[in-house]
């Protein structure tokens, strides 16, 4: 349906058109369908890949149908259909957790400042909001502007959400086209998100060297009362620290996070801490050291209620979207809520944040002094005596374990005394317990880890927020130069396939070749999980100016969006381009000239599929580690293969540029070292120039030899001209170029895809 | 010959919901005619080839002499390709599982010697929960050819599949026993 005049006038209103901060591009708050022909020009050159895991479809009484191959379902889908159909399902869960987030958020804050609060991100950053001014075209000025983003994005869910009933979309390609979409409303939904609760909380926004905060099980002094929040939504947990501040209790309890929301709250305050991510949440919260247990909301393990009553801890749940059938008591005295939880060791739901501060700082001050004997982590022998009925043959363990690890060898040789092997399996160990519920001998296989795992303390500094636009100005031309070799985001949860600290590793040999590097949320944790020989993590190591070879911490899930703001700011705040309401052009720039890659390593929630999805549609690659085939879902180019033509933007010529940059939008590789080189060059682009180009194939190159051996066999792909051949490598190159027939390339200084598709952008626009 | 419809594979994180699974090989002899009827294989190599002992010798020596006995191409996945090159052996090509799997797709793709479509591709040693995605896509998007997955742990989206052999000992009398019958069909 086209937006009818009506539509459109109250698109202006919301936007405030008649503000002139730039005149209002073609896509003010685009619809299901206003992106589509950048879509189908992304999928026509990068294909999706499907790798079904579920052949059948049950999803109406139709079914179940058979979808094998090229049989079709009752309605008339196929499987690749379905497996799109899917990818949209799951891209709108996970822009719902993040709009949902949101909108909480900034509900609350407007409940508590109004909603005329101002947004002020302070003197490093004037464009507030680069997302939401270029999809949405608009400004936001004050709290009540954020709630018109939450909006915004709720009103196009309800169509996609539609879209994925029975008997409606049948295209694979127009699916893929609206996951892309509920992807793009996820960025507007994190920004909005971040912006709120950093105006709302003060958190940092305009410095870089943000406070090295603490990070391990071992950080916490668990002989104080000690509160663990879980989750990803900060405002139960601020209102912990602000009623401990003001009852002059913070020296005397400990209160520690996983997951996010412990990102966000040492970001509100530094003296927090941080358990770990999504991997620990069962280990943690099994070894008992916490005296009350609190949940917010996403990827939070399910079982936590069950848990806390087995380690004889308080539990308070605090978001209506995890409510675990319990009586909700904002409106019952603390006091009665105190007594029973401390003498019936009764569970409740308590959505008042600051009713359930009290009720939580109260219980575990009561509860520690109690509770001394039962935090204590299971020793070797224990361990050992736990294990003896294991021989390591039934392999039951390791049948049901999702990363594949040797669980009958450890526990084997634990019960023998020996936890080295247990350790490294600790180390990749993702949390889920399905071993131990196989385990036919029902050894406690996560408590037996607790005798195993080192209590290593870590440091990690707090996230920092939003890029500043004095930082973009100055990185902005070596990057789109190509002299600055990328930018790289590592996003996602901690599910990876191999160890803990392969984030950190992937992380460091990129800072060292002088990427930029970003980290957020758990990913952001398990980076500081690794030690040199001198006792530091690449927190400590590397700059945290978003500058040629730093380790920066944007900060939780939503704080995502800064990355992808920095890449937009490239173009806005560098090259000058208007980007209100202008998505397509942003997005084709960043494409052809900014080399930015997203790392989801571990991808586990269907929020980091719609992060990843919505940075594919920004021109962002994304790749993925194993785990992520299990989302069925890839954008590959057939590599020389592919369309690659351009338009000059200064002969507005086409041109083939004969040259796969980016080669793939999104893809899964098998190890850490495949990620690296895939990584370098994911972040080559058109737009490079011969001395960039030089800078980026040496990094290609080198971290090639490295660890995958000898020369890459697709460096003709990439070498354009001689003099972008690095020094170092020029012998063996020109040889090998040679040998291979290779062949110059043109090298355009204004590639751009728009006009070689249907779009309302001129290619003039293109140009400053 | 012995063969059946394959229950369960090793890993429950693999475990098929659909009603098209592999034909399990529980014989060396039968792996060793289909690999031999085969006109235009390709061998792919995931990572676990080069760290996985069979007996005395890792995985990789006995995918490497499986695929010299029939001049079979071989594609080194993930950072397989050193190994190979410290074994003096050159791959065919590099591409990762997940780019193997997108070409293989294309029956008018040239191959990785040019010959056209591979017909039949075997997979050793690629992380399972991964191979068993690529051979569900090549299940689904690839009628041209046949997949057979030589690995213990079993894949029911594979055409073809071992059983699951628990034992590493029995593992390494099934590889030798394909490549004693290559040497002998
Ligand atoms: S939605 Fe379609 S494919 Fe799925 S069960 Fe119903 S009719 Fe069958
Ligand atoms: S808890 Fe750890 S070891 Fe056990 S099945 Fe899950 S990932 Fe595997
Ligand atoms: S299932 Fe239990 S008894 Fe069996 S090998 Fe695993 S840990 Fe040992």
Known sequence: ?768 | MASEFMTTPYYKVNILTGTKAAKVVSEPTEAASIIDKATNPLYVFGAEVIDSPVGDRLLIDYALEIAKSRDIPICATAHVKKKMMELGVRPDSTYDIIEIVHFLKDKSWAGVRGKGFHDLVLFTGVRCDLAERGLSTLKHFAPHLKTFAICRRSHPNADFALPVIPKTEKWRVYLEGVISELGAV
């Open chain 1, 1 to 768: 349906m086209s937006k009818g005049k009506m539509r459109e006038e109250e698109i202006r209103r919301i936007i405030r058109a008649d503000d002139e901060w730039e005149p209002v591009g073609p896509t003010p708050m685009p619809n299901l369908t206003d992106l589509r022909n950048w879509d189908f020009r992304l999928l026509d050159t990068y294909e999706p890949f499907y790798a079904p895991f579920c052949d059948l479809c049950c999803l109406c009484t139709y079914g179940k149908c058979d979808l094998t191959g090229d049989k079709k379902g009752a309605c008339g889908i196929d499987i690749a259909a379905q497996q799109a159909r899917w990818i949209l399902i799951c891209s709108l869960m996970g822009t719902a957790a993040h709009g949902a987030h949101g909108r909480h958020m900034i509900e609350h804050l407007i409940e508590k400042f109004g909603e005329d609060f101002k947004i002020d991100l302070g003197s490093q950053v004037n464009v507030e909001a680069p997302i939401i001014r270029t999809v949405m075209g608009l400004k936001p000025e004050n709290l009540g502007d954020l709630r018109k983003a939450i909006e915004y994005v709720e009103r196009e869910m309800i169509h996609l959400v539609s879209a994925t009933h029975m008997g409606q979309e049948g295209s694979y390609r127009d699916f893929e086209s609206k996951a892309f979409h509920a992807g793009m409303l996820d960025h507007v939904a994190l920004e909005a998100a971040d912006i709120a609760q950093i105006v709302g909380y003060g958190l940092p926004t305009s410095i870089a060297d943000t406070a090295l905060v603490d990070l391990g099980w071992g950080a916490i002094d668990v002989k104080k009362p000690t509160i663990v929040v879980v989750g990803h939504n900060a405002v139960t947990a601020n209102a912990i620290v602000d009623y401990l501040r003001q009852h002059d209790l913070y020296d005397k309890v400990e209160v520690a996070g996983l997951c996010c929301t412990a990102l966000d709250m040492t970001r509100y305050d530094s003296g927090a801490k941080v358990i770990g991510p999504l991997s620990r949440q069962r280990f943690f919260l099994k070894a008992g050291l916490a005296d009350v247990v609190v949940t917010d909301e996403q990827c939070v393990v399910t079982d936590i209620p069950q848990m806390a009553s087995e380690a004889g801890a308080a539990m308070i749940a605090c978001s209506d979207k995890i409510c675990y059938g319990l009586q909700e008591a904002s409106a019952m005295a603390a006091d009665d809520i105190l007594k029973a939880v401390l003498e019936e060791q009764k569970q409740f739901l308590i959505l008042d944040s600051e009713k359930a501060a009290e009720v939580i700082v109260r219980a575990a001050l009561a509860l520690a002094p109690t509770r001394q004997e039962r935090k204590k982590i299971m020793t070797q022998e224990e361990a050992a005596l736990v294990s003896a009925k294991c021989r390591g043959t039934c392999e039951a363990c390791n049948r049901a374990c999702p990363n594949l690890l040797p669980v009958n060898v450890a526990i084997n040789q634990a019960r023998q005394g020996d936890f080295a092997k247990l350790g490294s399996v600790f180390l990749r160990c993702i949390g889920c317990a399905k071993c131990e519920e196989a385990c036919v001998n029902d050894i406690p296989i996560q408590k037996v880890m607790q005798a195993a795992a080192a209590s290593d303390t870590y440091k990690i500094r707090a996230g920092r927020g939003p890029i500043h636009d004095v930082e973009i100005r100055k990185v902005g031309s070596p990057i789109v130069l190509g002299t600055i070799p990328g930018v790289v985001l590592f996003a996602g949860c901690s599910n990876f396939p191999g160890d803990i600290d392969d984030v950190a590793w992937l992380a460091e040999e990129l800072a060292r070749r002088k990427y930029i590097v970003t980290l957020s949320g758990c990913a952001a944790m398990a980076a500081s999980m690794r030690k040199d020989e001198d006792g530091k993590t690449i927190y400590e190591k590397y700059i945290p100016e978003f500058d040629a070879g730093c380790i920066v911490n944007v900060g939780s899930c939503v704080s995502n969006a800064h990355v992808v703001g920095a890449a937009i700011k490239i173009a806005n705040i560098f090259a000058t381009l208007p980007n209100r309401a202008n998505f397509e052009l942003m997005a084709d720039y960043i494409l052809n000239r900014v080399g930015a890659c997203g790392v989801v390593w571990g991808p586990y929630s269907q929020k980091a599929l719609s992060i990843g999805t919505g940075a594919v549609r920004w021109g962002i690659p994304v790749v993925l580690g194993p785990h992520g085939s299990k989302y069925r879902r890839l954008f590959m180019s057939k590599k020389e293969a592919s369309d690659w033509n351009v338009i000059d933007g200064r002969t507005k010529q086409v041109v083939n540029t004969e040259e796969p940059t980016p080669e793939h939008m999104m893809l899964v590789t098998e190890t850490k070292e495949r990620a690296l080189v895939t990584i370098i060059k994911q972040c080559f682009r058109r737009n490079d120039t011969p001395p960039g180009r030089a800078i980026k194939l040496n990094s290609y190159i080198s971290a090639y030899k490295q660890v995958i051996g000898g020369l890459p066999d697709d460096l003709q792909n990439f070498v354009r001209t001689e003099k972008e051949i690095p020094i170092v490598y020029k012998r063996e190159v020109i040889a090998y170029l040679k040998e291979v027939g290779w062949k110059p390339k043109t090298v355009l200084s204004l590639p751009t895809l728009i006009g070689t598709y249907e779009t309302k952008v001129p290619i003039e626009a293109t140009i400053k």
